[in-house]
């Protein structure tokens, strides 16, 4: 009889906090609802990096609101993606680096491993030059100091990691709210007009036939469906002391799947607005090449008549990049211990990955300055997009296996529509190669 896996499970994701958060067994709704809410904030934090940032000021600055379709669409995406992610956590017991472990030939999990840690120092980069900013915006702290001083928040995530796994959802549900209500306001005296805005939510031809709409376009979508995030969905569901059940799995895919979808929701309206504020703000006067988060600071309380408008935007981007960097640790952790089994001590694991991230950073800062971190936190974006294909495939193909999933495997309209955003993601990565590499 044919195995589900090649290897036994040997371990569980996070021991540290596997099984540590209390379900109430015979409670209602919304108490068990309240529960397993959490994983999902941590997911949403992912997808409203300062990656995003970059990305969807570039694209409202540029094109105004056409590319609103496209953060729509890649949030779609993530909601199944992330949907797919928690269910092999909870069914499998296994985390995605894990369950590639127990599936794939090792030189093949090795690969997979360089990729994944690429993305993840390319997200950290992204994090790395977003709190640099904020620090430089905020303080008048240079970029060089910025990018030094983020090294220190490695002590930060010992002491949260110390406190419990709660600890660290709370302070990432507040950061959260923090960039909601800064957005809130933005949206407000930006007056953004909302015939556009309804218009920009549905796709244009003209995102596929211009080259540079193309390219923002897929930083877009690779900035919004972060692969680390697969990982990390997978791990820190299994946080939660549900029944290992058939019953208590199918509560627990219930609940994680509302708590996944309503965070992405609220990672939408951030991400959105951005666009929208930069659109409304900057596309309608004209400002068409505002393409970094120095110039759209510069630009706001002149365009707007409200010094507040900048500030709460710098404030805004440094809890995105505190906020990112809270789950990158994590899934750096997660990751590591997935493929390899290696298991370093948390803070040297994120010394090793904030240096990966600071080093290059810091010497573009010194060279280069603001636009250079610009559009390297750009650059970070499509690295982001091309890692996405390598975590997506096997993702759908371990949800998609009855020998792994059992009963709870993809039916088949899922199956279909997870395969076809795979393969839309696969086509643009390719198209982007090549208009990357011909010089187009």
Known sequence: MKKPWLKERQNNSLPEVFSSINVPTNAGFWKKLLAFTGPGLMVAVGYMDPGNWATDISGGAKFG?????????????????????????????RDLAQACRDHFHPMINFFLWIFCEIAIAAMDLAEVIGSAIALNLLFGIPLTWGIAITVVDVLLILLLQAKGFRWIESIVAGLIFIILACFAYEIIVSKPALFPILEGLVPQKEIITNPSMLYIAIGILGATVMPHNLYLHSSIVQTRNYARTTEGKKEAIKFATIDSTFSL???????????????????????HNIADIHDAHKM?????????????FAVALLASGQNST??????????????????????????????????????VALWYGEKGTAELLVLSQVILSMQLSFAVIPLVMFTSDKLKMGEFVNKTSLKIIAWIISFIIIILNLYLLYQTFSGQ
């Open 326 to 363: 809270l789950t990158g640790t994590l899934a750096g952790q997660i990751v590591m211990e997935g493929f390899l089994n290696i298991k370093l001590k948390p803070w040297f694991r994120r010394l090793i990955t904030r240096l990966i991230a600071v080093i290059p950073a810091f010497f």
């Open 265 to 287: 929701f609220l990672a939408f309206f951030i991400n959105a607005s951005i666009l929208i504020v930069a659109a409304a703000t900057f596309h309608t006067t004209g400002n």
């Open 65 to 93: 609101y056409t590319l609103l379709s496209v953060v729509l669409i890649s949030n779609i995406f993530a909601m199944i993606l992330q949907h797919l992610a928690l269910k092999l956590g909870i069914v499998a017991e």
């Open 300 to 312: 706001l309380a002149p365009i707007l008549g409200t010094s507040l408008a900048s500030i709460l």
